[in-house]
């Protein structure tokens, strides 16, 4: 039997790469689109990946360009395509929100018309988030509250989910939104919070910085490992029929409370390292997120393994041994 074929666009990224780790060892032929500036410099923009490049095929592609999109599609013909890729960060949103809506919606419009057009009978998973629930209006969220994006970030995020579910209505399309809440790993990119607490903790054990500038500490997220969301995003795509999942871990967590748990891993007292500065806040915020995923739990399997003072444990632990090889 011909091994089955994933696409995954954002396949450089967190979630793109414990992804395709799952995927190749559950046997399918893994193909990723990667931008050419990617391409150009691996040793930075694909290191997170790096390990896999032997295993996987990479396919050069602007996912703003339907006709990119269109020779991906069309030359790879996948039985399953996870649309990660984005422009992620929210806080980058309200400086560059053209940019965000034009990559996030754009992107997701493209790609789900090449599935559309080009790979019919291919199942579709679409990153959605629990920043679609902004101002939450119930606590713990889940499948049935409203959104109210908080952000260009939040907004473009809505918009996916819609297509994803028109596509669905309209033209039959497997098509499923997974609405995750923040995942963090050893793999997070340096401008979240959870890394940039963890890379500076690490910094200022080892002396090479003497603080750390926040934005609003209070706060709160429902926290979990990346390596463990990727499994519920293969799951929602192995259905019977296409449904839409929150995964969260149902707890919450302020950012004071992650920076008291990093910097106690390395012995320190946060409160001599923290500063807060308005330049990190953001003109609107998303106070507090917290996950109610039991039908997650009830249909996919879901299982959070991860205590958040683990995930805080291990992702400093990296930090602090990634710093302490690069200086030795
Ligand atoms: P990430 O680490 O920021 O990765 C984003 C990926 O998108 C990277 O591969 C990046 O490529 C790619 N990308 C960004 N702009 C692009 C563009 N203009 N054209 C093509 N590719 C572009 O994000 P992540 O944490 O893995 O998250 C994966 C997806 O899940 C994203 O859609 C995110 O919005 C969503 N999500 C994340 C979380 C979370 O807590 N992590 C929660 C809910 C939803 P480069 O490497 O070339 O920049
Ligand atoms: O780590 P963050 O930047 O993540 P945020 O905004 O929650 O978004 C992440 O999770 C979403 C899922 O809910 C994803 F959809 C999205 O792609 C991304 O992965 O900020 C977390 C919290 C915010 O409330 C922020 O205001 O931390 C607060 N914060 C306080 N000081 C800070 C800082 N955030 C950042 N990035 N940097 C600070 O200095």
Redesign the pocket.
Known sequence: MSRKKALITGITGQDGSYLSEYLLKRGYEVHGIVRRAAIEDPANRMSRIGHLLGEIHIHSGQIENYASIYQVMTTVRPDECYHLA?Q????ESFEDAFSTLNVNIFGTLNTLTAVRELAPGCRFYFAG???MFGKVSESPQDESTPFHPR?P?GIS?VAGFHMAQNFREVYGVFAVSGI????ESPRRGY????R?ISSHAAKIKLGLADEL?????D?R?DWGHSREYVRMMHAMLNQDSPEDFVIATGETHT?REFCELAFAELGLDWEKYVRVDER???PS???L?VGDASKAREKLGWLSETTFRGLVSEMVRSDYELLKQSLA
């Open positions: 984005a992620s960060f929210v806080y988030t629990s920043e952000s970030y995020k995750l809440f923040n995942h401008e979240f919070v959870t940039k500038v926040l934005g609003n500490l706060a997220r950012v990190f806040m953001r915020e998303v106070e997120l």
